[in-house]
């Protein structure tokens, strides 16, 4: 299993894809491993070379105690993508990683060929604050099948709550979320939750100048659409696309759409 020194931590990627291709960095959210990004990475790794890591916090990866930040987390990566030589990369970023990603294009600059930044923000409102708070506290108290259903709850549209084919997978995967090989300790959780909260660089972002796709559910109750929106309005060169009824989860509730627009977007970018 590959795993590098980087800013401090022991770091877990996977690589998948043509090693000739033009790399691409996939970033991924809170509570979750890099592994949840299968359902496109088996897509995207016709096109790119994919590195996938596990974010501090969360699967193979270290997970040291105290409060991590969006900076810190980016610094992560600039350091896994020094040890794989890479000068430069495609950088996609999901929820968290959205934010994570915004800080390697700050922090980096020139690590970062193009960004695709879904359901992301730039700052938190209390009610967002209080939602990644309440995350920590039902991971505190809930076993894994109850904290599997707070999630789905919050990332999944009505309309695949109306589906009886999603709603039966749903429900096998949370009977399914005690079987996890390496679970999310607490201490993870309350790290990544602090720099979900403490991630706040509106006023930064116009200083990034990379082709930028910002893409999520126009019913998102997570990460709301005024969110995606701040962000398109203040990045110089960010476009926006936003899927009918879908949520926060509307890249598995759209995975075949998303596959190809995002792969096309990069390709063009």
């Known amino acids: 299993m590959p795993f590098v020194q980087t800013n401090g931590i022991k770091f877990y990627y996977e690589e998948r894809g043509l090693s000739s291709a033009t790399p691409l960095l996939m970033i991924m959210g809170i509570t979750a491993a890099g592994a949840v990004w299968e359902p496109h990475t088996s897509y995207f790794e016709k096109y790119f070379r994919c ?156 200083s990034v100048l990379q082709p930028t796709f910002v893409i999520g559910g126009k019913e998102d109750i997570f990460t709301p659409v005024w969110m995606a929106n701040e962000i398109t309005a203040t990045m110089p060169n960010a476009e926006l696309f936003l899927y009918e009824k879908a949520g926060h989860a509307f890249h598995f509730e759209n995975v075949e759409d998303f596959n190809t627009r995002v792969t096309a977007w990069f390709l063009s970018h």
């Not at 695709?116 to 009610?127: I, T, Y």
């Not at 999603?166 to 005690?178: F, I, S």
Request: net charge negative; hydrophobic share 40%.
């Open 51 to 206: 590195i996938i890591g596990d974010n501090r916090g969360v699967g193979l990866t270290d997970k040291p105690d105290g409060e991590y930040s969006t900076a810190m987390m980016a610094d992560d990566y600039a350091g896994l993508l020094d040890e794989l030589q890479i000068e430069n990369a495609y950088v996609i970023g999901c929820s968290m990683g959205s934010t994570i990603a915004q800080q390697l294009a700050i922090r980096h600059p020139n690590k970062v060929k193009s960004l695709v930044l879904m359901c992301p923000w730039a700052r938190c409102d209390n009610a967002a604050k209080g939602i990644f708070q309440h995350i920590v506290n039902c991971k505190a108290k809930f076993n894994p099948e109850e904290f599997s259903l707070y999630i789905q709850l919050l990332i999944f549209s009505k309309a695949s709550w109306d589906d009886a084919k999603v709603v039966a997978e749903l429900e096998e995967g949370r009977k399914n979320a005690h079987l996890e090989p390496n679970p999310q300790p607490l201490h993870g959780l309350k790290g990544q939750a602090s720099a979900c909260i403490n991630h706040s660089v509106l006023e930064e972002l116009n």
